[in-house]
């Protein structure tokens, strides 16, 4: 059974900096891998989507890598603002089409502090 | 487009009573999903549909719960009887296909007492 760890599962860090929250799986047997991010009381939004065949996906300040090999992810956020503030998942889907739904990370709470 | 858009936002009842939560998907989308959403579980996947068709029900907990989803505009997750348990976040998703982004609507909040 996949299970999707994520760690920190807090973070608080000042305006500006560079950061990294990492994600990890124990089936690398995997479709895709994709980042969310909630606000509170809002459902998640979609942030980035990577293909098993890919490495890494770009949109805007964020970078989010994938090796599946070792069951791992990164979602890198560069120059944070407070408005980064939420709760990043990670979540992958398998590669086995009758068990193609998404395993879900419990998540990195994360605070920019102005 | 409006996004996923699910009714009623917060719904407060009481043990045994049904509760009905909605939701409209986004236009074209082929998958629709529900998800519930609590602290200590984090987010559990109840059902999936694929073109209307329920895919996947493993995840409903038990005979209480049901969902249809009639056509393609339109689903329902259904909790009859209600219990204190059942409370929680409850969220319907959308995607254009499988393994395509999902799209989350802002949830249902239910609190049975």
């Known amino acids: 059974k996949q299970e999707v760890t994520q760690i920190p599962a807090a973070l608080s860090v000042p305006e500006g900096e560079n950061l990294v929250l990492n994600c990890s799986f124990t089936d690398s047997a995997i479709y895709n891998l994709q980042w969310f991010r909630q606000d509170p009381g809002k459902g998640l939004t979609s942030l980035l989507l990577i293909q098993s065949s890919q490495r890494e996906q770009t949109s805007g300040r964020l970078n989010a890598s994938l090796d599946k090999s070792s069951g791992r992810s990164t979602l890198y956020i560069a120059a944070s603002q407070p408005g980064d503030s939420a709760t990043y998942l990670c979540?992958?889907?398998?590669?086995?089409?009758?068990?193609?739904?998404?395993?879900f990370g419990s998540g990195t709470q994360l605070t920019v502090l102005p | 487009d409006a996004g996923v858009i699910q009714s009623p936002r917060h719904e407060v009842t009481e043990m045994g009573q049904e509760v009905t939560l909605r939701c409209k998907p986004i236009?074209?989308?082929?998958?629709l999903f529900w998800y519930r959403q609590t602290m200590m579980r984090g987010l559990e996947l109840l059902i999936y549909f694929n073109n209307n068709v329920p895919i996947d029900d493993s995840g409903m907990p038990e005979d209480r719960f049901s969902a249809k989803m009639p056509n393609a505009s339109f689903s329902t997750l259904k909790i009859q009887p209600s219990e204190p348990r059942d409370s929680a976040v409850y969220f319907c998703?959308?995607?254009?296909?499988?393994?395509?982004?999902?799209?989350f609507g802002n949830g249902t909040r239910l609190t049975v007492t």
């Open positions: 998703a959308s995607s254009l296909t499988e393994g395509s982004p999902l799209h």
């Open positions: 236009s074209g989308h082929n998958s």
């Open positions: 979540a992958v889907l398998p590669l086995v089409r009758s068990a193609r739904q998404l395993t």
